[in-house]
């Protein structure tokens, strides 16, 4: 049963779907998605030790601005002696610019260090949450087969860590802003009063042009770039996953035209992007760079009369810088806050398919589950009553209104021509493909082992490989190495130097060994019911009937896909699926591949 890959971009034609989305940054919305990401961490488990260190980030922000303020007012001290000639002024403020520095370096190191290992603590927190949804029943498959989100496994690997670490910047720097506006405002207001209004018409000027002007293209953009160049590695990682079927077909040229295309729209994007952030720059360095005229032209007229020492004003030029930086915090990081409200926006949408009992995912759960779905129920043996199967999100009739039950040692073979439903009817029986009507009755899922045609190869030990998806088991290495021979694979382990040796599993071992190894893991599990899809095809004659009959005479329940008359003798019924829904249920003894035998659809495998 081949597996679904990673869905890559959406149709073009989506491209430009958020155009028509008018949001600004710093949104009523953009904040309620922020606010629904970041809650969990902050009320859960871990919310005493991250306050605690939130606490002392704090602490530490607050002695760090109360340095400032002194070395601002030392630097003021050293020029006004320097202006006034006054050596032991001079050398007195020196000392204490070094005595303050002594302690403030160290501090600010040691911020630094704090606030990374608070991001890094929260990200570890949340990537574990969305992994264990992720992981949990099987949302990830759900995922990569719909096309609600693109690049799930970006969003989780980069667009967390890019969220916790920009969230506590930010956050940070908007504490430090309103301390530092505390602290500096007393010293400009007690210098200049008509610089602290100057001042603060022009933050405000300079924040609405920034949100009015540079808000919503720079989120979309951003948004955008972050998909595109998720698509783009996308390409590439099918490109390193596929090589050798690639190199076979000599398709080097088919794919670089399809990394190209990606690629182009990438450089595109940015290319609008890099136009836009231009304007942005040009704004904001004016923005700063008359900040370092305006004070002082303010203040010119006293200093020039003797009214006001030439010291007092580089302390007030100062305290302007920094309470302008504090007020005009949207403008200096636009760029950044764009970036980070995209991120948002791609963690949130994740947050509502992944996270279903998450307040996040509330307004998307609405829209779930409106096809009709197939019922499950617990059972000691496998059944299906009337089932009507279709493909997820699709009217297109698979199977229609199927009946069989399986008692335990019966062999379903099923065969068909190609796209008739076969491996779909399989994902059924797994709980993959719910959409359709009817029920299945099976025992515990655990009961169940699938064999696919092309075997799944974890990175790790021939120890493990054989045991997977157990992470431990209760065989000894005598038993592996039976198992092992078992399936005609004797000399493996001494070949690759042990059952713990970890090789390229993919890449050492052909596709028929694979297959046989995976058959040893039946062997390991001893399920009750194994399902082959394919599981034998590339296995020759006396392999494969080896196999089969190691599973018969286990008394294990089949059910297999397979095109081969061989495989026929190994199994009690057949059924064949002759498309359009439509199908037949026959006697082992009975069918013959090569000529279609007239049955009549029945309601029990009898």
């Known amino acids: 049963m081949p597996t679904t890959a990673s869905t890559s971009a959406a149709p073009d034609q989506n491209a430009a779907a958020p155009k028509n989305r008018r949001r600004a940054p710093l949104s009523l919305a953009a904040w309620k998605q922020f606010v629904a990401v970041a809650r969990p961490y902050w009320l859960g488990d871990e919310k005493k030790k991250a306050w605690s260190l939130l606490a002392l980030l704090i602490v530490l922000m607050l002695v760090e601005t109360k340095f400032a303020v002194m070395l601002n007012n030392e630097a003021g001290e050293m020029t006004s002696a320097l202006a006034g000639k006054d050596g032991g002024r001079f050398w007195a403020s020196v000392r204490a610019c070094l005595f303050i520095l002594a302690f403030a370096i160290p501090i600010y190191a040691f911020y ?4 990374d290992k608070l991001g890094n603590q929260w990200r570890r927190w949340l990537t574990s949450r969305f992994l264990d949804s992720y992981l949990a029943g099987r949302t990830y498959y759900a995922l990569g087969a719909s096309s609600e989100i693109d690049n799930p496994d970006q969003r989780i690997s980069e667009d967390i860590n890019s969220f916790t670490g920009r969230s506590i910047h930010f956050l940070l720097i908007f504490l430090g802003s309103i301390m530092q506006l505390v602290a500096f405002s007393a010293v400009l207001w007690s210098i200049s009063h008509l610089l602290v209004a100057v001042l603060a018409l022009y933050a405000l000027l300079g924040t609405v042009v920034a949100l009015w002007v540079f808000g919503n293209p720079l989120i979309r953009m951003n948004f955008w770039q972050l998909r595109l160049e998720a698509d783009f590695r996308f390409s590439l990682m099918r490109l390193r996953e596929n090589a050798e079927s690639i190199a076979f077909y000599r398709g080097e040229a088919q794919e670089r035209a399809h990394i190209d295309g990606k690629f182009d729209k990438v450089i595109g994007n940015f290319a609008q992007l ?32 003797g009214e006001l020492e030439v010291g007092r004003a580089i302390q007030a030029a100062g305290a302007f810088g920094a309470v302008l930086s504090a007020v005009g915090l949207i403008v200096d ?11 948002i926006d791609r963690l949130h949408g994740l947050t509502r398919l992944v996270l279903p009992d998450d307040p996040a995912a509330t307004a998307g759960s609405a829209a779930k589950d409106q096809h009709p779905r197939i019922g499950r129920r617990p059972a000691a043996h496998l059944a299906l009553a009337a089932l009507t199967l279709h493909p997820p999100q699709s009217a297109r009739v698979l199977i229609k209104e199927l009946s069989l039950n399986l008692k335990p040692g019966d ?5 068909g021509d190609s796209g008739c439903g076969k491996s779909s009817l399989l994902r059924a029986i797994a709980g993959l493909w719910h959409t359709g009507s009817g029920e299945i009755h099976h025992p515990p899922l655990e009961e169940l082992f699938f064999l696919p045609q092309q075997p799944y190869l974890q990175h790790g030990s021939l120890r493990s490989q054989l045991i997977y998806p157990s992470a431990q088991s209760n065989l000894g290495d005598a038993e592996l190495l039976d198992i092992l021979d078992q399936v005609h694979l004797p000399h493996l382990a001494a070949q690759v130097g042990g059952l713990d040796a970890e090789q390229d599993w993919e890449k050492l071992m052909s596709v028929g060994e694979q297959q046989r190894l995976a058959f040893g893991r039946v062997l390991v599990h001893q399920p009750g019911i194994v399902i082959l899809d394919e599981a034998t095809s590339a296995l020759d004659s006396a392999n494969e009937a080896s196999l089969y009959a190691r599973l018969r005479e286990s008394g294990t329940t089949v059910i297999s896909i ?12 057949v059924l064949q699926l002759q498309g359009e829904g439509a199908w037949e249920l026959h006697d082992a003894g009975s069918f013959q591949f090569d000529r279609p035998v007239a049955g009549v659809q029945v309601a029990a495998a009898a």
Do not use: C, D, W
Not at 562 to 573: P, S
């Open 333 to 343: 990081n636009f760029e950044s806050l764009s970036r980070f409200v995209a991120g």
């Open 562 to 573: 397979a095109h081969r008359a061989a495989v026929l003798r190994h199994h009690t019924h």
């Open 274 to 305: 890099i136009k836009k952030q231009r304007s942005l720059n040009l704004f904001q360095r004016t923005f700063s760079q008359l900040t370092l005229v305006l004070p002082f032209m303010i203040l010119a007229q006293g200093v020039l009369s």
């Open 411 to 415: 062999a379903l073979l099923i065969t």
């Open 112 to 115: 630094y260090y704090m606030r």
